[in-house]
């Protein structure tokens, strides 16, 4: 069994920084792809950014520029920095991760954290 446990959301002021953590724990062989999604109110969840492999990352278009993820593979840890933060950003943000267990490949889900962009 695995465990994903996210850290760092909250309330910022618009134009301000967060940076979230997602750290995997339990039975890991290795771990391949690790992403963040975000669902706001009334809306699908969507893919915010991710690094597949070691080093190939991609970013949804709306938060380029502002929004940097990066992992630590020692520590099964994978971070977004979001600067210049909106109120289009508040969202329930969800670390993902392809993990590889001794029975294959599994993908797993963090509990979720709440990021708000509000004055």
């Known amino acids: 069994q695995v465990t994903l446990v996210e850290s760092g959301g909250g309330l910022v002021q618009p134009g301000g920084s967060l940076r979230l953590s997602c750290a995997a724990s339990?039975?890991?062989?290795?771990?391949?792809?690790m992403g963040w999604y975000r669902q706001a109110p009334g809306k699908q969840r969507e893919l915010v950014a991710a690094?597949?492999?070691?080093?190939?990352?991609n970013y949804a278009d709306s938060v380029k520029g502002r929004f940097t993820i990066s992992r630590d593979n020692t520590r099964n840890t994978v971070y977004l920095q979001m600067n210049h933060l909106e109120p289009e950003d508040t969202a329930v943000y969800y670390c993902?991760?392809?993990?590889?267990?001794?029975?294959?490949?599994?993908?797993?889900w963090g509990q979720g954290t709440q990021v708000t962009v509000s004055t």
């Open positions: 690094v597949t492999g070691r080093t190939s990352t």
């Open positions: 993902n991760a392809r993990v590889l267990e001794s029975r294959g490949y599994a993908n797993y």
């Open positions: 339990g039975t890991i062989l290795s771990v391949n792809n």
